[in-house]
């Protein structure tokens, strides 16, 4: 049975079991992961997976099931264990339905490439020429994982929508070391492989490397400091996750009543580019069948909505944003950022650099951990290079750095932002995000005194 | 299913591999709840897939699928042969496995009340005890926010290999994920993010006696909050909880001893090892610090009893006496290292690659009660729980940060204090503990490594431990 048909039986057998709503996807997922660390591949991956995934409405109770088995006996055998389990639950706050269809989808341009599902030997010869680039640069030994994917996905509701959709993307993230304490990282990621630079990611990977060697502990303190993308996107990818209705309304946000309130600088704007043509999540509708749309969540500093699901809007008012996906550590609907998008600013990096004149310029991050989400007190760990910033010139590299802050603070304290932006997708940016350099006043910074 | 494992390794093996190994799983699982006492939508996963791992002249090839017939399952093969085959022109040191029994074996970890066997409205009744539990009259402060997920899952596996491994294996597992917010109109908010989890049945959650322990946590939050005063930043002694102590050997001991780490593999993801290869017999702390790691221990969150290459589970001592004692290894580590796999290799769904993980990580007692750790320290601060935490990616610089914490005060411990904050080196933490107490507990975990990323199961834990002239601080 193809997946339309699955689709389609499935949003007939919810209906048939007594649903009110029901919206029905298929996602297939052809993935091949390619890894390397110390200049050798250590593992190629490869996946072939299609996942139906249903919702149900009855009155003011819900229910969702992810299937992780293509074959429609076995997605009608959980939804009947889920519609008798929905019938002893008890009804929710507020009744929603789902968006009444059907909608007119008009396709991403771009974000389909077909020669990316082809390649398998081809990885090869990228990850070789992203080793010997880093090699030639100067680094002593190169790491990373070169990933494509080709997805195709289906969506039914019983409301009237029904899509198609599909899309390809090609990553590489890879870590170049000069020693064991001067490391740096770069990033390509594209949906086609014109746009798709693994090169220019290794150099710059291993012209940070380089540029780290030697470093020196770091002083604890507050600086002026320019961020790098990767560093910034990782905590912007969660500022977009904490505009998710989902996260506001569990608690886990310092977005929580601030919609229309001014919640960072005026310089600085902040998008749900969910119809980028060059995001890598870019895609026509969601799980609800809703169109999808590029979403300003915060505008010149004042935040403008929360991402929606027709839950959250029949909770907390507002429109739909066309959020609502499978997705995320719930199995139900959860609105999530698709491509995080930061609008740039007029200074190049240089100027940035020269305008801070003395702070520090922090090039990537990893395990940042909150003390409380409704106050945004965090702290996150440097990673790669860190340098001095002195008189306007990028100086001495540092080690041993932890940022130790405020979210809504940083948010508050952005004074500039570069004019030319990159995408920055990796282990621990899961969200694709198009972002500047950006540079923040008064950055609290600790470090290990023992 | 065993057919199905077996004609994949038989498929392998007809193409001349060095190696093949195929692993079926057929998971299940349920969540339930509630969000400030109203439901969420419930929540049911069933999935079922085959893996299979192919070694070629030295290269490693791994691919999936969910589709189950006889011509997917050969072309998984065939797609694991090619990319194995393609990965070889780029291999710097050809791949081996070290030498391990062929073990046959039919494991299951035991419930007396199996899970399947539980009701969706018992599983409600026990969330809306929890809620009834968190109002204000109960709890003496307000909880505005309350995110209460009671879930479960089973995970039944089918293992072979070309060397002629058979293991079937099965566990279930309960857990309860609270997100707690306490409001004070003069104080704002705290927060804490509690989780409990074992393997058994539906037994293992009755004897948490839920609604009582997140109202205890509640209220002790509402303390905090209301009595809390600024912590000190200085130079004092310092007493921490078995929540603590459990983090630190996770996060400071544990993972720097995964021999994958220490070999760079995971360079560009999760990192790398402070520690080398050379560095067994290295000191690390004082003679008090013993760590292990234990997947065998009944009923914990990390338990199995045979790894995801077919290797026998044992207890691994990793640090003895303060000095490293060993590393976590898996097959290819091993062979590396040239020991065996002391059978650290995990794969938490059957579409990820088994990888060198901890299982139950924990500070071995020593002869201390809590009182005699305490009544020893002039002036000091004792951090029971924690919130914010984390360590750089060669596990050497971390940072703790309080949440429920006291004073100590002429061997007492006196008022509460809110967020203290620990920063320190790895040897700096384990060369300032002087005393260890002698009841152990165990948190439950969701460890994250990996790429495409693995959250294993896991416990961590241990007793109370002192260390000595550490600076408070951040």
Not at chain 1, 268 to 287: E, K, Q, V
């Amino acid at each position: 049975m193809n997946p339309e048909q699955v689709v389609e039986e499935a949003v007939k057998f919810g209906l048939k079991l007594g649903a009110d709503e029901v919206t029905a996807s298929m996602t297939r997922e052809r993935r091949k992961m390619l890894r390397f660390s110390n200049n050798s591949i250590i593992v190629m991956q490869s996946w072939d997976h299609t996942v139906p995934a249903v919702y149900l409405t009855s009155k003011r109770k819900r229910a969702a099931a992810r299937v992780g088995d293509p074959n429609l006996d076995a997605l009608m055998d959980v939804m009947k264990t889920l519609k008798a389990t929905m019938d002893i639950s008890k009804p929710g706050e507020v009744e929603s339905k789902l968006p009444k269809g059907p909608f007119k989808y008009e396709a991403v341009p771009h974000n389909y490439d077909s020669k990316i599902p082809e390649m398998t030997g081809e990885l090869t010869g990228i990850a070789e020429e992203a080793i010997n680039s880093a090699l030639s640069e100067g680094a002593k030994r190169s790491s990373g994982t070169l990933v494509t994917n080709e997805w195709e996905r289906y969506v039914k509701t019983s409301t009237g929508s029904e899509g198609k959709d599909r899309g390809t993307s090609i990553e590489l993230s890879t870590r170049a070391f000069f020693d064991d304490d001067a490391s740096g990282m770069g990033v390509s990621c594209a949906t086609r492989l014109g746009d798709f630079d693994p090169t220019r990611a290794a150099r710059e990977a291993a012209k940070i490397a380089c540029q780290a060697k030697n470093p020196v502990f770091g002083d604890e303190g507050k600086f002026a400091v320019v961020f790098g993308p990767s560093i910034m996107a990782e905590f912007l990818s969660r500022v977009a996750d904490f505009a998710s209705a989902y996260y506001v309304d569990v608690g886990l946000s310092f977005l929580k009543d601030k919609v229309d309130q001014k919640v960072a600088s005026e310089k600085f704007t902040l998008a749900d580019g969910a119809r980028m043509p060059t995001g890598i999540n870019s895609c026509s509708f969601d799980d609800e069948g809703y169109p999808t749309r590029n979403t300003k969540i915060i505008d010149h500093g004042v935040l403008k909505t929360y991402l929606h699901s027709s839950y959250s809007v029949a909770k907390y008012g507002g429109e739909l944003t066309g959020n609502s996906f499978f997705a995320g550590g719930t199995w139900g609907l959860t609105p999530i950022p698709l491509n995080v998008v930061v609008e740039p600013g007029e200074l190049r990096f240089d100027e940035l650099v020269e305008e801070v004149k003395n702070g520090l310029y922090l090039t990537n991050n990893w395990y940042t951990r909150f003390q409380n989400y409704q106050t945004g007190d965090f702290s996150s760990i440097c990673r790669d290079g860190a340098f001095r910033i002195e008189n306007g010139r990028i100086g001495q590299p540092l080690k041993g750095l932890r940022i130790s802050d405020n979210m809504p603070r940083i948010l508050q304290s952005i004074t500039s932002l570069s004019r030319e932006r990159q995408w920055i997708k990796w282990w621990e940016v899961e969200t694709p995000t198009y972002l500047p350099h950006i540079a923040v006043e008064g950055v609290g910074i600790t470090r290990a005194t023992k | 299913m065993e057919d199905l494992v077996r004609h994949a390794v038989e498929s392998a093996s007809a193409k001349g591999v060095d190696y093949a190994e195929a692993r079926l799983h057929i998971d299940s699982g349920s969540a339930f709840t509630l969000t400030n006492g109203i439901p969420e939508p419930v929540q049911l996963a069933r999935e079922r897939g085959i893996a299979v791992r192919i070694l070629v002249d030295g290269a490693m090839g791994f691919a999936t699928t969910n589709d189950l017939s006889k011509s997917s399952l050969e072309s998984t093969v065939e797609i694991a042969y090619r990319s194995a085959k393609a990965s070889r022109k780029l291999i710097a040191k050809p791949i081996r496995l070290s030498e391990q029994k062929a073990e046959q074996a039919n494991w299951e970890a035991k419930a007396r009340k199996p899970l399947p066997d539980v009701t969706t409205e018992e599983k409600f009744r026990v969330l809306e005890e929890i809620e009834k539990n968190l109002q204000p009259e109960i709890v003496k402060v307000a909880v505005p926010s309350r995110t209460l997920i009671l879930g479960d899952d089973i995970t039944e596996r089918y293992f072979a290999n070309t060397e002629g491994a058979r293991i079937h294996g099965k566990v279930a597992r309960v857990n309860l994920l609270y997100v707690l917010t306490v409001y004070d109109p003069g104080k704002g908010t705290i927060q804490r993010i509690g989780q409990h989890g074992q393997s058994g049945g539906w037994e293992q959650l009755e004897q948490w006696d839920p609604p009582r322990l997140v109202s205890d946590e509640a209220e002790i939050l509402g303390k905090m909050l209301t009595e809390g005063k600024q912590a000190p930043r200085k130079e004092l002694d310092l007493v921490v909880g078995s929540e603590v102590t459990g983090i630190v050997c996770h996060e400071s001991c544990g993972h720097p001893q995964e021999a994958d780490r220490i070999l760079g593999r995971e360079a560009a993801q999760a990192g790398e090892s402070y520690l080398k290869p050379d560095m067994i017999g290295y000191r690390v702390g004082t003679e008090a610090v013993t760590v292990a790691d234990d997947p065998t221990i009944p009923n914990s969150n990390g338990f199995y009893l045979y790894d995801e290459e077919g290797v026998k589970a044992e207890r691994r001592i990793l640090i003895k006496e303060g000095v490293i004692n060993g590393f976590l290894q898996n097959r290819e580590t091993g062979a590396e290292l040239g020991v065996s796999s002391n059978g650290a290799a995990r794969a938490v769904a059957y579409d990820r690659e088994p990888m060198i993980r901890m299982a139950n990580t924990f500070m071995l007692p020593g002869s201390y009660t809590h009182e005699e750790l305490v009544e020893d320290a002039k002036e000091g601060v004792f951090i029971k729980t924690f919130m914010e935490w984390n360590i750089d990616d060669r596990r050497y610089n971390q940072r703790y940060v309080g949440l429920e914490a006291y004073m100590i005060e002429n061997g007492e411990v006196t008022t509460p204090v809110r967020n203290p904050i620990l920063e320190i080196t790895t040897p700096g933490l384990y060369g300032s503990v002087d005393a260890v107490g002698k009841e152990v507990e165990f948190e439950a975990a969701t460890c994250g490594k990996g790429e495409p990323s693995q959250g294993a199961p896991v416990w961590h834990g241990g007793p109370s431990i002192r260390l000595r002239k550490v600076r408070l601080g951040g």
